[in-house]
Nanobody
C-alpha cells in the first residue's frame, strides 16, 4: 500500500498549484480520500475529502471555493487543484486513503511573494 504526494512548490499569492497523490497496492475505488495539511507549529488540518466513487466532496471552510479535490480511477490518483492561493495555505500537504496505510512524505506548498 503506497501513497505518494507530489506537485508542491513555491508560488506567489493568487497563484495555483495542482497536487497529485499516486496510489498503489490496494483497490482504489473502495476508499474515500482526504487531503490534510500541516503548517509549522500548527495542528494537522483536514483540507478536503472525496468519496469512494467521487460523487461527494467536502472542504474546510478556509479553502472552500478555492480548492477542488478530484480522483482518476484510470490512474489511481487523487488530485487537489489549489487556486487563488494565500500565504496561510503554506504547509506540508498529505493524502490519506486506507486507514492502515503509512503516511507519505507529503509535499511542501509555500505561498510567498
Amino acid at each position: 500500500v503506497q501513497l505518494v504526494e507530489s506537485g508542491g512548490g513555491l508560488v506567489q499569492p493568487g497563484g495555483s498549484l495542482r497536487l497529485s497523490c499516486a496510489t498503489s497496492g490496494f483497490t482504489f475505488s473502495a476508499y474515500a480520500f482526504t487531503w490534510y495539511r500541516q503548517a509549522p507549529e500548527k495542528e494537522l488540518e483536514v483540507v478536503a475529502v472525496i468519496s469512494s466513487l467521487g460523487s461527494s466532496t467536502n472542504y474546510a471552510g478556509s479553502v472552500k471555493g478555492r480548492f477542488t479535490i478530484s480522483r482518476d480511477s484510470a490512474k489511481n490518483t487523487v488530485y487537489l487543484q489549489m487556486d487563488r492561493l494565500k500565504p496561510e495555505d503554506t504547509a506540508v500537504y498529505y493524502c490519506r486513503g486506507p486507514p492502515d496505510a503509512a503516511w507519505g512524505r507529503g509535499t511542501q506548498v509555500t505561498v510567498s511573494s
